[in-house]
């Protein structure tokens, strides 16, 4: 992070994606600061950065229910039936991306949400749910 503090990046400029167990699949949400609860890709950039400096792009994976289960979780791949919601946040994302450029993460957030709906509860499912 050396270079931020080179070429004179403000903090606030700087947008962090990431995955979110606490989010049900498919929910998007920005926020600015916070702890990393849990997460080390946050925890690392927070070692670098003002925690309370940059913003955050929530992405929802959902959690698997078992506080044992999460780290294979957090590392596997999405399910093919996960894809195609997967694929339209990330649509949504660049559609969208004009609004976080200018800062307006409100709208960009709700702008996400209306191009790619998510239901707001549930998770992923774990191996061997069923729909029935």
């Given at each position: 992070m050396p270079r931020?503090?080179?070429?004179?990046?403000?903090?606030?400029?700087?947008?962090v994606f990431y995955d979110e167990i606490d989010l049900a699949p498919g929910r998007f949400r920005m926020k600015t600061g916070g702890g990393a609860a849990g997460n080390n890709g946050i925890r690392s950039i927070s070692?670098?950065?003002?925690?309370d400096g940059?913003?955050?792009a929530r992405l929802g994976t959902g959690h698997p229910g078992q506080a044992e289960l999460v780290h294979g979780h957090v590392l596997s791949d999405f399910?093919?039936?996960?894809?195609?919601?997967?694929?339209?946040?990330l649509d949504a994302i660049t559609?969208?991306?004009?609004?976080?450029?200018?800062?307006?993460?409100?709208?960009?957030?709700?702008e996400v949400m209306r191009l790619a709906p998510a239901e707001k509860a549930g998770g992923r499912k774990k191996p061997g749910d069923t729909d029935a």
């Open positions: 931020l503090r080179f070429y004179k990046i403000p903090q606030n400029d700087i947008v070692a670098w950065l003002d925690t940059y913003r955050r399910a093919k039936s996960e894809r195609e919601g997967v694929d339209k946040m559609k969208s991306a004009a609004l976080l450029v200018r800062g307006d993460d409100e709208k960009f957030q709700g």
